[in-house]
């Protein structure tokens, strides 16, 4: 591997796993809002029946987080490969990032283990992640259209 790529996959992995542990104190907060107590928690009832103490579930739950953003930084990979069309690179994108979550959701006891609940916490992912392919999408396509103009003016 060149140390360019090197580089590129520290940088794309650490700054994955920074957004991985917001990401997982975000989710935290909303489960603690929907728990409708007025309280944080910062594990899941089900999952802090499992591990020794709290402090030890946090540590794995924001290790785990951390890691599944890791991944997700890493799989932005597949966006540049150019023998795969956008389809491709959409379906394979979403289908490991949407494992590796429903995995460390699984672990975290994010949700009940039902096929009723895997089923809608896949689509609540698939919905969320299509929305902001498309944010995403539109953004890069706006830019485009904007650099070919400017070289139509030439």
């Known amino acids: 591997m ?3 790529n090197v580089n590129q996959f520290f940088e794309r992995a650490g700054f994955g796993f920074l957004v991985g542990i917001f990401s997982g104190l975000f989710i935290t907060i909303v ?12 594990l899941s009832v089900s999952f802090a029946k499992t591990v020794s103490s709290e402090l030890m579930g946090v540590i794995i739950t924001y290790a785990l987080c951390g890691l599944l953003g890791a991944i ?5 990979i597949l966006y540049e490969h150019e023998n795969r069309n956008l ?4 379906v ?4 490991i990032t ?9 672990i975290l006891k994010w949700f009940t283990p039902t096929i009723g ?3 809608g916490f896949s689509l609540s992912y698939i919905i969320s992640y299509f929305m902001i392919w498309l944010v995403m999408y539109l953004g890069i396509r706006t830019n485009i259209n904007a650099i070919n103009q400017k070289l139509e003016m030439r």
């Open 92 to 95: 394979l994108h979403l289908l």
């Open 117 to 119: 609940s895997l089923i």
């Open 98 to 106: 949407l494992g590796s979550f429903l995995w460390v959701a699984w």
């Open 72 to 76: 997700m930084g890493l799989c932005s």
């Open 2 to 4: 060149e140390k360019k």
């Open 31 to 42: 489960l603690s809002f929907f728990a409708g107590d007025g309280k944080y928690h910062v």
């Open 87 to 90: 389809l491709q690179k959409t």
